[in-house]
């Protein structure tokens, strides 16, 4: 057998040069990773970790263990990890001093075909491409100029709901005011992304408006369903079974067609015509339909549960309802039309809108680490670490609000608390990742609301009472209202409406 000879041996010799440099690496590398101290973590189960703790609610669940565990609490969802971040000074903290590091998104099974690869806005990695598509949706779809510029299209969109309200109110009838205010969102919508500025052109949108509501179910059912592959990759097969593959394929074809009659109705210099345009000629690289659907979801959904939560704590507390109205009412007088300026001066109304986005944000916010180590709250995060910011706590935060669970308009009189800047009030999100369309957002349900409280009372169906309107909720990824909101309209003067 030949004998090994380090001196004939060039490998060998280099590596034995190398052995006191190799050996000092691997112990630096293992006190340094000793030495890292991770958040705390409720008990973990093998296999599921910590999903036995998490209710259909995840906000109310992950709410409850952070009372136990901590601002900066680590849970593991299945086989993920998460930092689950819980009260407004840990997220100051994060927002602060990581906001670039923990500006990309999470995405998880049944969201994946929305971000068309990652060529979308929504979930695309922050980055120059990230900027380039913000920076076209905010010019062309979301700035103020914009939301202003098609004032006439919301002004017909709230007429034509409150006509439909109006012949329910004459027949005493209940109206499912859920579907109402999805209906007219969507419709709204699909006109600002078309260039629609007239009604007669809304009949080709039509079709699509009803079948972006039927798929825009499937996609909440889909996001409300367990997804094996998201939490037990190892049985991800099983997802073909409990219908979430058929579901999930069938929703987003649909989906698919309202965008492509999307693209076929647009006129010039549209919001769509621009994202086409801009790719062909200037060369961008993205995914239009991934944009298109992403934004839509977005706003529809969001604008509408946070609509639906309005008008359901109005029913709830009817001294702020009669509050709200009588200023209405004050400022806008015997007129049928209110203009942007009255607005303007509903301050009791602008606190009750912001009461309730503080008591009902859309949900919670799923971020991600990028690829390197920080260090929060005196705990070190590792790269890639989902991040789960759960708004349900930050704005319930005993710290900067007085009785957190109890609905009081009034609290945003006393203080000056805007949408943005505010320590545990953040309820279109923080960061360079907050929500762009804030601005026609909060438009939409400043005018909606205002038209509702002054042309009509609202009266519970089956002569209840309003304490027994059910509030709860269900958790489809966006936090919404568990049952649609029936309501019996009674109209406030005969002329108007
Ligand atoms: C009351 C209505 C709305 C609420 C409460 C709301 C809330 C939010 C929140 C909390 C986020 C996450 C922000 C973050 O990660 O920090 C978000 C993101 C977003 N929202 Fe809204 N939103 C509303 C309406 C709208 C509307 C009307 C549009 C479009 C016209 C829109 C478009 C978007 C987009 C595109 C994003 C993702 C931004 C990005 O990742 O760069 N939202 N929204």
Request: hydrophobic content about 35%; charged content about 25%; proline content about 5%.
């Amino acid at each position: 057998m030949e004998q090994i000879s380090f001196h004939s041996n060039p490998f060998l010799l280099s590596l034995l040069a190398l052995f006191p440099v190799i050996l000092f690496a691997v112990i630096k590398n293992k006190t340094k990773s000793k030495k890292r101290k991770l958040p705390p973590s409720p008990t973990k189960l093998p296999i599921i970790g910590n999903l036995h703790q998490i209710s259909n609610l995840p906000h109310k669940s992950l709410h409850d263990l952070s009372l136990k565990h901590g601002p900066f609490m680590f849970v593991n969802l299945g086989t993920t990890p998460c930092l689950v971040v819980s009260s407004a000074d840990a997220l100051e903290e994060m927002t602060k001093n990581h906001d670039i590091t923990f500006s990309n998104r999470h995405t998880n099974t049944g969201i994946s075909p929305l971000t068309g690869n990652g060529q979308d806005l929504l979930f695309n990695t922050h980055g120059d491409q990230w900027k380039q598509i913000r920076k076209i949706s905010v010019l062309h779809l979301m700035s103020k100029n914009v939301v202003n510029r098609f004032q006439t299209v919301r002004d017909e969109e709230i007429s034509s709901i409150l006509e439909t309200i109006n012949l329910s109110s004459k027949k005493g009838e209940e109206i499912d005011m859920s579907y109402m205010f999805n209906t007219m969102l969507t419709n709204v919508f699909h006109r600002s992304y078309t260039g629609s500025y007239q009604r007669g052109e809304m009949r080709g949108l039509e079709r699509a408006t009803r079948n972006f509501l039927s798929c825009d179910g499937k996609l909440k059912k889909l996001l409300g369903s367990f997804c094996f592959e998201d939490f037990l990759p190892s049985l991800a097969l099983l997802d073909r079974f409990t219908g979430f593959t058929t579901l999930k394929k069938t929703t987003y074809s649909e989906m698919d067609d309202v965008m492509e009659s999307l693209i076929n109705e647009r006129k010039k210099e549209s919001f769509v015509d621009v994202l086409l345009h801009q790719r062909d000629n200037a060369k961008l690289d993205y995914d239009v339909k991934a944009i298109m659907q992403g934004i839509l979801i977005a706003a529809v959904d969001s604008t509408g549960l946070e609509l639906d939560w309005l008008l359901a704590d109005l029913i709830k507390h009817p001294q702020v309802m009669r509050k709200a109205q009588e200023e209405v009412q004050r400022v806008v007088g015997t007129k049928s039309k209110i203009s942007s300026n009255e607005i303007d001066q509903m301050h009791y109304l602008k606190c009750v809108i912001k009461e309730t986005l503080r008591m009902h944000p859309p949900g919670i916010i799923p971020r991600q680490t990028s690829s390197e180590w920080i260090k929060v709250g005196g705990y070190d995060i590792p790269p890639k670490t989902i991040i789960l910011v759960n708004l349900f706590s930050v704005q319930r935060d005993a710290k900067y609000w007085e009785n957190p669970h109890d609905y009081i308009p009034e609290r945003f009189l006393e203080k000056n608390i805007e949408f943005m800047g505010n320590k545990g009030y953040v309820p279109y999100g923080f960061g360079r990742r907050n929500c762009p369309g804030m601005a026609y957002g909060n438009t939409l349900l400043e005018e909606v609301m205002a038209n509702l409280l002054y042309h009509f009372d609202w009266k519970m169906p089956d002569g209840s009472k309003p304490e027994d309107l059910n509030m709860d909720e269900v958790s489809q990824f966006l936090v919404a209202r568990k049952y649609p909101l029936k309501l019996i309209p009674v109209q406030r003067f005969k002329s108007n409406a």
